[in-house]
């Protein structure tokens, strides 16, 4: 090393010593940096985790949230304010809270009575004259009629499920109304038939008919064990205004073909429960209505 001498030499010295580096130290600085890398590496992972944690988390808050803000749970003519009260009790034990009482009995305390911890759901029911009447007013997406009589192949209205199927199957991204009948008559054959689907809970033929209470938190259970998979991203069920263009589309099909009007009822009727039980998504609602127009119009050239 050259020395100049003076002020200059000493410090261009202290330059030279402190920019040389021993093997050791090298070494030092390399393992310095591999940990420094390593804590960045750790940190990114943990930071993705959280993000995706997080990310779960609200999911499932959300599919709470539609759980208990798109089900209706409509008691169709109830004869007595006590068995309103008990279906409250029994909403609220599954976190639901929209009830809907049609043409209901003058509510008692009887009903606040037995509703207990439940109590707020009866004072929050809404209150139509008829079926009708609330489904224009709430604009229901998918109707489900519960029977302790369920049909089979010749009674097409009240071919069942079970609630088991029922809830793996149900989307809460819309408005879903779940109807219990009366006491004594349980629903029409009307009413049933102006649902999308049926659902119906296995029991001994000897004594098939359940308490409203009792078939109803059968019924809850399954849709609360199972509100987790409900939402599915980039998949949603088709609308009742889809599925009703579905279904047009699908009666001007069969009215092009000579066959008598009743099987002609029973066609449709038969394509109905399909589409329903099939819970179909918007998009297949789209493609298979567009299949139909198609088969419509070369029809129509012939």
């Known amino acids: ?74 008691f169709v003519e109830c004869e007595t304010p006590g068995n309103i009260g008990f279906l409250a009790r029994t909403m609220a ?23 207990t911890h439940g109590k707020y759901i009866v004072e929050s029911a ?51 109304a779940i109807l219990f009948g009366r006491e004594g008559d349980g629903l029409s054959n009307k009413e049933i038939n102006d649902c999308d689907i049926c659902v119906s809970i296995p029991t001994d033929p000897t004594y098939p008919i359940m308490n409203i209470s009792h078939a109803a938190a059968i019924i809850f259970y399954e849709l609360f064990k199972n509100k987790h998979d409900y939402g599915v991203e980039g998949i949603n069920e088709s609308t009742e205004l889809e599925k009703e263009y579905l279904i047009r589309d699908m009666k001007e099909l069969i009215d092009y073909l000579d066959i008598p009007d009743h099987k002609k009822r029973n066609g449709l009727k038969t394509f109905n429960n399909i589409i329903s039980r099939a819970f179909i998504t918007g998009r297949e609602a789209h493609t298979f209505k567009g299949i139909l127009r198609r088969l419509k119009n070369k029809i129509g050239e012939q």
């Open 1 to 74: 090393m050259i020395k100049i001498g003076g002020d200059a030499a000493v410090t261009e010295e202290k330059v030279v010593e402190t920019t040389m580096s021993s093997p050791k130290e090298k070494e030092e600085s390399t393992a310095e940096k591999k940990s420094t890398s390593t804590k960045k590496a750790k940190s990114t992972k943990q930071s993705r985790g959280t993000a995706r944690t997080k990310l779960v988390r609200e999911q499932e808050e959300k599919e709470v949230r539609l759980f208990k803000e798109n089900i209706y749970i409509v």
């Open 93 to 115: 034990n599954f976190g639901l809270k929209n009830l809907v009482l049609i043409n209901p009995p003058t509510l008692t305390n009887e009903a606040y009575y037995q509703a």
């Open 126 to 176: 809404k209150i139509f004259p008829t079926l009708d009447d609330f489904y224009q007013s709430q604009r229901i997406d998918f109707k489900v009629a519960s029977t302790g009589m369920a049909g089979g192949s010749y009674n097409l209205s009240r071919i069942p499920i079970r609630p088991e199927e029922l809830g793996k199957s149900m989307n809460v991204s819309n408005k879903i």
